[in-house]
């Protein structure tokens, strides 16, 4: 039986990091990937789509992570779309922030794509 | 004996002969199974330590499989980091941007926190930061080629490597943990000095050293080529500048 197409949002203003990860993301099976370079950016690609996943940076330029995610849980479209955080942000009480804005997972940089490819596997329910 | 009693015991005697001829045969055919039997037994027995042997022979390899996929994950993972690095590198000829993106490997593919890029000054012979995260660009002094772990490493051309004990070792802007020249063939033109690691980057894993190699050699080109480039942009405009001074 042929899986739906699914459709993953990247929100990172790293170009470097974009492509990383959506070339991680490029190894699952019916993903589309839609990039976003900034909070604002990524609100704006929701609001005008369906997304299936969305990952996240927590620092970046005109909206950061964390307000997205907060904006998302609080919005009307997408407020149960699982969320990873791919962030440099080591710190615990930053995760546990993450984590209680409404935030599924959170993965620290440098990212393994294995583990990136894992993780949105698993939030994605798909083998 | 009368007849008839000969008859009858003549009777019985090829009954009971008849009879042991049956026993005897039943007996041999019981003998026949018994030794199939016996023999299917004591081979059992070898079939099993056979296909044990083989099982255990799979499980083997089926283990090898496994790590070689996990070698091999890692391994595809190592060579996108690699291709990413060196694609978005060669994807400008803006030297800011340059500058820009060599930050951003070192942040998110290699873990740095704090580092300094620096470029060699060829008339001064001194080594100027032109970037950094972490730290403080303009209070970075200048280092005079061959001075310290930063002059010797441009000077020389060779990495630097401090013990993986200092990995997280309080900032020194004079002591970088690491230090890559940045070469094009055997001219160098700056190095890239680091000093500190993000909180979950604990060790220095062999992809950070192939991308240290892929920084010295890629970022060194792009950093020239895009300052050419600039240089040449920059020529371009005042001859152009000039010359319709000329025909106006």
């Known amino acids: 039986m042929n899986q739906p197409q699914l459709t993953a949002l990247v929100v990172e203003d790293s170009p470097t990091m974009r492509q990383l990860i959506v070339f991680a993301l490029s190894r699952i099976k019916n993903l589309k990937v839609i990039e976003a370079d900034d909070g604002v950016d990524g609100l704006k690609k929701l609001s005008g789509g369906k997304f299936d996943i969305l990952i996240t940076d927590i620092n970046m330029p005109i909206m950061d992570g964390l307000k997205l995610v907060s904006m998302v849980r609080n919005g009307d479209t997408h407020k149960a779309i699982p969320i990873v955080i791919i962030t440099t942000e080591g710190a615990q009480e930053d995760r546990q922030r993450a984590l209680a804005l409404g935030a599924n997972a959170y993965i620290t940089k440098p990212i393994q794509a294995p583990q990136v490819i894992s993780k949105v596997k698993e939030l994605l329910k798909i083998a | ?248």
């Open chain 2, 1 to 248: 004996m009368s007849g008839q009693t000969e008859q009858d015991l003549a009777k019985i005697l090829r009954q009971s002969a008849e009879s042991s001829e049956r026993l005897l045969k039943e007996n041999a055919e019981l003998r026949a199974r018994l030794e199939r039997a016996e023999a299917a037994a004591g081979k059992a027995p070898q079939d099993y330590v056979e296909l044990e042997a083989k099982f255990r022979a799979l499980e083997g390899e089926n283990r090898e499989f496994a790590n070689r996929y996990v070698e091999i994950e890692e391994e595809n993972n190592n060579l996108a980091n690699l291709y990413v690095a060196s694609y978005q590198l060669h994807s400008t000829l803006d030297f800011r941007e340059v500058l820009q993106i060599i930050t951003e490997i070192a942040i998110n593919l290699i873990g740095a926190e704090c580092f300094a890029i620096y470029l060699v000054d060829d008339k001064t012979r001194t080594l100027t930061a032109v970037a950094s995260e972490g730290l403080d660009k303009d209070k970075l002094p200048k280092v005079t080629l061959g001075q310290g772990t930063i002059g010797q490493v441009a000077e020389t051309g060779e990495n630097h490597f401090g013990p993986e004990e200092q990995m997280n070792a309080p900032v020194n802007p004079a002591e970088p943990f690491i230090c890559i020249p940045l070469k094009i063939k055997d001219r160098i033109i700056g190095v890239i000095a680091l000093y500190s690691f993000l909180k979950q980057k604990t060790r220095l894993a062999s992809v950070d050293y192939e991308l240290f190699t892929l920084l010295a050699g890629h970022a060194a080109t792009a950093l020239f080529s895009s300052k050419l480039y600039s240089e040449s942009e920059r020529k371009l405009s005042t001859i152009q500048g000039f010359l319709e001074l000329m025909t106006s």
